[in-house]
């Protein structure tokens, strides 16, 4: 029985699944896997237009997992590696101490028989 009064706890990566949860964000997400890329050039691989790309693109950002630079009247976003090592990081511990609770539980069972 899970208590009505556990106080919700608010993790650092948060906002990555907040911002990844979208569809077209984890689409232009992607994209910027492949190398980096300019509003102009993610607005015609995704079925929004660039105004909507810039608003994606600063969600992305804000939660770190996309960097900008300027270029000439251009800015060129990029995945930031630190974002992405953050998130990484996040999963991998994650799942460590996962596959390490089912491995116990596992264990307990095969020897409880």
């Given at each position: ?60 950002k ?40 089912y ?11």
């Amino acid at each position: 029985m899970v208590s009505d009064n556990l106080p919700f706890v608010v993790t650092y990566a948060e906002p990555v699944f907040k911002a990844l949860a979208d569809p077209t964000r984890r689409s232009i997400f992607e994209l910027l896997g492949d190398g980096p890329r300019s509003v102009v050039d993610i607005a015609r691989a995704v079925p929004i237009s660039r105004p909507a790309v810039s608003q994606h693109l600063k969600v992305l950002k804000d939660c770190g997992l996309v960097s900008v630079r300027p270029a000439g009247t251009r800015r060129i976003y990029r995945l930031d590696p630190d974002g992405v090592r953050a998130a990484r990081d996040y999963f991998d511990k994650f799942w460590t101490t996962a596959l390490a609770a089912y491995a116990e539980a596992v264990n307990t069972t095969m020897e409880e028989r």
